[in-house]
C-alpha cells in the first residue's frame, strides 16, 4: 500500500504462514471431514471444493491435511486406548460384527 508520497508500506506475515500457498483450519478440517467420514475419493473432494467454494485443492493437499490429522489425534488415540482397556465396562455397538457358523 503506498501513501500520497509514493512510500510504500508493508507488514509480515504472522508466523505461521510459511508457505506461498497455505489453507486454514477451515479448508482442512472440511477436506479431512470429507474424506474420512462421509468416505469421498480424494478426486470428489477436489471436485467439490473447485465446484462449490471456486478452490482449487490437490489430491496431495488432501493427503496432507489427513495425515496431519492424524498425526495430531496420535496422543489422544493412545490415551483413549488405555482408558478403554482399564474401564470396568464398555458399551459397544455390535451391528457390525459379522459371526459366521
Not at 503506498?2 to 504462514?17: H, I, L, N, S
Not at 475419493?41 to 471436485?47: C, H, L
Not at 496432507?64 to 496420535?74: R, S
Request: aromatic share 12%; glycine share 6%; charged share 20%.
Amino acid at each position: 500500500m503506498e501513501d500520497d508520497k509514493g512510500r510504500r508500506y508493508t507488514a509480515p506475515f504472522p508466523a505461521q504462514v510459511t508457505k506461498a500457498v497455505q489453507y486454514g483450519n477451515g479448508v482442512k478440517v472440511l477436506a479431512v471431514y470429507l474424506s474420512q467420514f462421509q468416505l469421498l475419493t480424494y478426486q470428489r473432494v477436489q471436485d467439490y471444493f473447485k465446484e462449490q467454494i471456486g478452490l482449487p485443492i490437490s489430491s496431495g493437499s488432501v493427503f496432507n491435511f489427513n495425515q496431519q490429522a492424524f498425526d495430531l489425534l496420535a496422543a489422544f488415540e493412545l490415551t483413549l486406548i488405555a482408558k478403554l482397556i482399564a474401564a470396568p465396562l464398555v458399551h459397544t455397538d455390535e451391528t457390525g460384527i459379522n459371526i459366521r457358523r
